[in-house]
Each structure stands twice: as structure tokens, then as C-alpha cells.
């Protein structure tokens, strides 16, 4: 097991809000893989749309993610399926 | 001699059917220790869980698109991992199942505390919080109705939630608090729905009763029949001119085709926050202009009336930022969202005009929430460095109501929305049911500044429409004409009664009627002067 990190900028005008949080849970679950999003000192697995509306990311801020996996062509395909889900 | 309880109309239907009485929500058990372990308690949330997610399914399923969204996004929380990993805890250490999950909705609350995006959101976990709460407890929410029948339900005053569960076995409506511009009122006069609202002895009604609801009688009479009803004045159904410019009031392109399909003579208020309040980002100019060529291109022949975004924190559009305030209906909205918002205001003009251009219509804007003549030269400087528009204001305010008489050169007309002329004139919250009655568009308060409104209007030379619920009402149109208001605008539903009314009667007549009104020293004398002036001239 490899662990894969990349970088998404929050886009999306209302910062990480009800439905990109939405988006990036039922992603991550259909995935069966374990990510978690590290953002201004804490870290939150991304199995749970409360927890990532609550680390309160603004828009023009920028989160790691960080994908526990074996194919890192998968890795990068979620990361950037990610960062589609916060150009709001 | 049946009982009959006094209250303020909506509508002219009438109807008899069985009282329900719809009991306010009972309050939520406290939490306690489970008797039952961990695990059994777990099993028992589950099954509540599952059974919040089918309330809301059904609720979804009726709602429109943006309430459906959310309905959506609850459903998903109530199976948050991090949601059922902190009801978890509190389960091992004790807790019973309501307990656990209203401790668990409480931390993700306090997390989203102080910050003005997430605010409703803390409204819709306690909403969940509290719909878990009650399946646990047994307790019912919901109204229940039945789909068949003939039912009149009876209550404190009824929400949106609660509209929404109306069925079609709902043939009349009681509420004791509530006013004629509440959301129950507006629903049922849409929906044909008779009703009463304000009735203050609503609450000595009991299940099982038959009641006559009879809106034109301003009552409801218990054990009273379908003929006990006041009957309505009747206007014979004519084509004949109108004493004044009868239009409709639209927000929404099948609005205006239904609007086209009645007498309206254009329409007197399109209400473009539909537009926006959905969208996630700003459309951009040639979205607006390509939503707002279709609605122009279907509205009924005549002038077209457009209100610029009418929004504030209460009604928020999720691409402006629009912070938590103490008290939305008086604090940065409608037009004074130009400080901060002055390009989107812009957009919205430049759209019209593009739209206007493509469809060759006459357009009229206006921008509602002015209170001084600074502002309103300051709107009808900007509209017409757009667009070739007829330029007004909406008069919601006190203020500029007393400075009609300085729009003269300023602005070409003006329209008065009586529902918020009604709340700021009389200090009367719309959204509070208990306040209801000050809310009557017979009220002498308000009958005497439309008065002075249409006065001071046609010494000014600028015209005055009213576009509020008031002018849906046949009869409160004749005093309108009388008192030199110079065009009205009505739901789509109303506008052929009302012009059937105003095709009756000479300006004369009108104005004896206005006079009539003047004369009553409270709503319910206001009224009936006028109604016995108007039968007067049949």
C-alpha cells in the first residue's frame, strides 16, 4: 500500500459547502479507499460530509489530499475529480 | 342561531368541510440512560434514521428544485460517518439513542457556529436533530392527511413545511394567528383554498365539527351550510375597458403564460429573484438575457414591469455575500445591495435591455427598497445609462412615501408593494403570525398613505401602481382607483375578476367608494363602508 498526495484549491465561491462536500464523500465511498484532507493543522477523513464542512475552507484556500492506495493512476484520478467538485 | 367566530378573509371561495385540528408540535422528551445497551439503542437509531430519510423523500418529491437539493444533502448527513461515529461514543458510554444522536448533531452545530455561510445549515441538523427525536419518542411531525374528504384544518398558523403536505382533501383553512399577507394566505388564495386567517377563537373549534369557512364574511360559522355563505359582489364578466390599467404580476416564464391567457394588460411586477436564488454562481449577462427574452416574449401584451433582485440575508443568492443579520427586512437588501454589489445590479440592466432589444417589448424597471430621492435618482441615472426604459421605484418605505411630490423629473412611475409598505408602516413584522391583523389592507393607517400617495403622484406627474396582495381583492381595487392610484397589478389567478370590478365602475364612483373607505376609523368599519358604498352603485 502506497500513499499518494496532491494539492486542490478551493474554487467554488461559497467556500466547502453542502454540496461539493456532498460530492467528495459519495466519490471517496464508491472508491473504497482510505483520504484524508489535511488543511491549516488538522486533518479530517474524507468519509464524512460534516467533517469536511466543518474544517470551514474558504475559497482561494488550498488542501492537501492525501490517498492511501496501490495505483497511483487512480490516486490522481480522484484528486482530480476532487478538485472539479470545488470549482462550484 | 350557529356560533360564528370573526376573522379576516382570503379569497372569495367558500367552503364547508370537517374541522381537523392540527396540534402544535409536542415538545421533545429529555434524554436519558439507556435500559437496553448500546447496541439495542444503535438498532433503535437506525430504524429512526431510516425513517427521517422517507419523510424526506416524500418531501422532496413536492418541493422544488432548491429545497429538494436540500433535502438531498440531509438525507446524506443523517448517514455521516463522522455523525455516527460521535452518536457511537455517546452510545458506549451510556447514553439512550435520542441522547446519543441529538449530542452528535449538537457538536457538528457548535462546529459550524460563527460562520455566516454555514447558518441555515445549523437550522437544518436541528431540524434532523429534532425529526430523529420525535421517531424515537413516537411523536408525529407530519400532519398526516388524508387524500380524500372534505377537510378544514385548523391551526395556529401553518408553515411552508406544512403547505407542502397539503392534500387535495384540504378544502378550507382556520388558522388563529396569521395575517392576510402570510404564507398561508398566499398559498390558499393561489390555490382556490378557502380561508380564514386571525381568527381568535380558532382554538374552541374541535375535530369532528362541521364549519362553514366564509372568507367574503370575514368568519367562520360553526354547524353553517354552503348557502350561509356571504356571497361575493358580483361583476358581470365583460371585455369593456377598465377605469385603470389592470396587470398581472409574474415570476416566472409559465407565470407570464398563464398571465397572458387572462384580461392583464401587461404586467406589473415580474419578480426576478427566481433567476438567482437557485444558481450557485452568477449567470452571466447572456444567460440573464436569454431567461429574461423568454419571459418578456411570453407575458400578455401591454408593458412589461421588471423589480430588480430583491434579495437580502433572509432571501440570500448564494454568489453574493450576504452576512447574518439581526434583522434581514431591515437591513441590506433590495436596492441597497448597490454598495457592495453595484456590477451585478449592472448585469441584471444590461441583460434586460438585451432582452428587451430581442423581443421588442416595452420595458419599465424598477428597484424596490428606496428610501430617499438620492436613492432614487441614483437607480434611474444607472437604468437609463443602460437601457431604453421607463424608470421607477417601488414605495415599501414610510420614508419615501412622504417625498412622492419630489420624484417629480426624478423617476417616470412609481409602485407601491403594500405587503412591505404595510410591515414598515405599521411596525409589523410579516413573518410573525401574532401580528397578523396589523397586516390588513383595510387598516385606516395604510388606506390614508396610499391616499396621499396618489395624491402627491399626480401632482408630481408620476404614475402610481400598487402591485401588493391588496390589489388582488376586487373591491380594495375600486377604493385604489378612487384614490388616484393610476394602475394595479394582481396574481394571475385574480386579475380577471379584478378587471371585471373595474370595468363596473365610473371614476366617480370609484371615488365615492375610496371615500367610503376613508371614512372607517378601523379595518373592519373601512371595509364594510366601502363594500356598502360599492353596492350602492349597482
Known sequence: MASFTGIVEVLDPIGMHARPAGQIVKLVKESGLDVTFQYDGTESKANSALRLMAMKVKTGEKITVVIEGDDEGTANGIISQIQDFLKG | MSKQMKGLGVGLTAAVGTVHVVAPAQPLPAWGRSSIGAEAEMDRLRGATAAVVADLDRLAAGADHTTAEIFEAMKMWLEDDGLLEIAEEHLNEGSDAAGAIGQAFNAFAAMFEGDAAFEERIADLQ?????????LAGIHLGLDLPQTGRLVLVGEDFSPADTAQFTPAVVGVITRAGGPTSHTAIICRARSI?????????????????????????????????????????????DAATLIPVRSNI??????????????????????????????????????????????????????????????SDKPVPFLNMPH?????????GFRLIVEHRQFIADQLTSLEAARKSTGREVWVMAPMIATVDEAAEFAA???????????????????SMQVDRLSGVVDFVSIGTNDLSQYLFAADRMNPALGALLNPWQPGLIRMLAKIG??????????????????DPAFAVVLAGLGITSVSASPSQVNVVSNALASVTLEQAKAV????????????AKAAALEALAATR
Open chain 2, 127 to 135: 431540524d434532523l436533530s429534532r425529526r430523529v427525536q420525535a421517531h
Open chain 2, 194 to 238: 378557502a380561508a380564514v386567517v386571525s381568527v381568535t377563537d380558532a382554538g374552541s373549534l374541535v375535530d369532528g365539527q362541521t364549519v362553514l369557512v366564509d372568507p367574503v364574511g370575514d368568519r367562520v360559522v360553526v354547524d353553517g351550510s354552503i348557502t350561509d355563505a356571504t356571497k361575493p359582489l358580483e361583476f358581470a364578466d365583460t
Open chain 2, 251 to 312: 415570476g416566472t416564464a409559465a407565470d407570464a403564460k398563464t398571465a397572458a391567457a387572462t384580461k392583464a394588460n401587461g404586467v406589473g411586477l415580474f419578480r426576478t429573484e427566481l433567476l438567482y436564488l437557485s444558481a450557485s454562481t452568477q449567470p452571466s449577462v447572456e444567460q440573464q438575457a436569454a431567461s429574461y427574452a423568454e419571459v418578456l416574449a411570453a407575458a400578455p401584451d401591454g408593458p412589461i414591469v421588471v423589480r430588480t433582485i430583491d434579495a437580502g
Open chain 2, 325 to 333: 443579520e439581526e434583522n434581514p427586512s431591515l437591513g441590506v437588501r
Open chain 2, 382 to 400: 444607472l437604468a437609463r445609462s443602460i437601457g431604453d426604459f421607463k424608470v421607477g421605484i417601488m414605495i415599501e418605505t414610510p420614508a419615501i
Open chain 2, 455 to 472: 395624491t402627491d403622484g399626480a401632482a408630481a406627474g408620476v404614475s402610481v401602481g400598487v402591485c401588493g396582495e391588496s390589489a388582488s
Open chain 2, 514 to 525: 375610496a371615500a367610503a373607505a376613508l371614512s372607517g376609523t378601523d379595518a373592519a368599519s
